[in-house]
């Protein structure tokens, strides 16, 4: 009779579910096993603290329900985590359980018990996007005579035109854009996923304008480089886009007092798609969702979308008013 495989420590689990699960198996982007990574960094070291155990003599055993809410605690009161870092955490954790259920037998019912954790509900914004008179005056804002002025121009009008994220802006080389032809896009999005998005005669003018402006503009080369030449940083792109925004909130003057940021232009590409009655599974497709129910959240942003159906849903010679309660009962509840 062959000899029983040992059971695994939690220090070999963990390489092993970074190493070959997350790296190999399911071939992960570097942002999610540099996110999960800061998460058990996290954990061991407020571990380490709790319960007196350096991260080499943790077993799996260790991470019960209470120290895991103990530690989600710590992220959002002492850390002053929101709920969103909180979840992400806690699905990292959830992950790595799920995996170690499969190799040590022995803690089930410890990871049953954790798993039983619930992610932390929270107040969804209101999404905020712009009509297409401002996002108009915005794609015209930046100044044509001057080099950046001209790179703007192309980045925010690519922006619009694809609803791409701005990760997916700045990485993009001259050559992932063609303008031949039938002018196309080629994305890379989260989680290396990659999309095909088709480019507007106007976008694919700008561009061909702005590639004639670069020096040594070779396939490998950042479309929208900085002025060194190298990739655009995130806060480069937004002290632009706020410069952009204070320029055409000259003929919108509305615009100087809204929080605008390169989201936004995702969002309202997303918005205008859905207004001009193209399909929900489309839009998913063109903003690279992974799955068409994260864009049902541009259906509740929509008001005058939600008043058409409200209206034709009102039946034929009713009279507008305001629903009261037929007594005291009633009125409280629909005070609630």
Do not use: C
């Not at 690519?158 to 039938?182: F, H, K, P, W």
């Not at 061909?208 to 480089?225: I, S, T, Y």
């Not at 497709?285 to 939600?306: C, I, R, V």
């Amino acid at each position: 009779m062959p000899d029983p495989i040992p059971t695994p420590s939690f220090s070999t689990l963990l390489q092993r579910f970074f190493v070959e699960h997350l790296g190999r198996q399911r071939a992960v982007s570097p942002r999610t096993i540099a996110a999960y990574r800061d998460t058990f960094r996290l954990l061991l070291s407020f571990a380490e603290v709790k319960i007196s155990k350096s991260p080499a003599a943790l077993a799996l055993v260790d991470l019960d329900a209470r120290l895991i809410l103990s530690f989600l605690d710590h992220l959002e009161k002492e850390r002053n985590n929101g709920a969103r870092s909180r979840n992400a955490r806690l699905a990292a954790l959830r992950s790595f359980l799920k995996y170690a259920a499969h190799h040590d037998l022995t803690a089930l019912h410890v990871i049953e018990q954790a798993l039983a954790i619930p992610m932390k509900r929270f107040d969804r914004p209101v999404l905020g996007f712009l009509s297409r008179q401002e996002m108009q005056a915005i794609l015209e804002a930046p100044d044509p005579r001057t080099w950046a002025g001209q790179r703007d121009r192309a980045l925010f009008s690519l922006m619009y035109n694809t609803g791409a994220r701005v990760s997916e802006a700045i990485g993009l080389r001259v050559g992932n854009v063609v303008i031949d032809g039938s002018s196309v896009a080629h994305l890379h999005g989260k989680g290396r996923k990659e999309r095909s998005v088709p480019l507007w005669r106007s976008t694919a003018s700008l561009i061909r304008a702005w590639k004639r402006q670069m020096e040594n503009a070779g396939d490998d080369k950042f479309l929208f480089p900085n002025r060194g030449g190298g990739r655009m940083a995130r806060s480069n792109v937004t002290q632009r886009l706020d410069l952009a925004v204070s320029a055409a909130a000259e003929r919108h003057p509305q615009l100087a007092h809204r929080s605008i940021s390169p989201h936004t232009i995702r969002h309202t590409t997303a918005m205008h798609l859905l207004q001009s009655g193209v399909d929900i599974t489309v839009i998913a497709l063109w903003l690279g969702h992974e799955s068409p129910a994260t864009t049902h959240m541009y259906f509740d942003a929509d008001l005058s979308m939600k008043e058409r159906a409200l209206n034709r849903l009102q039946p034929i010679g009713a009279r507008p008013g305001r629903y009261r309660p037929p007594d005291q009962l009633m009125q409280f509840l629909q005070s609630l």
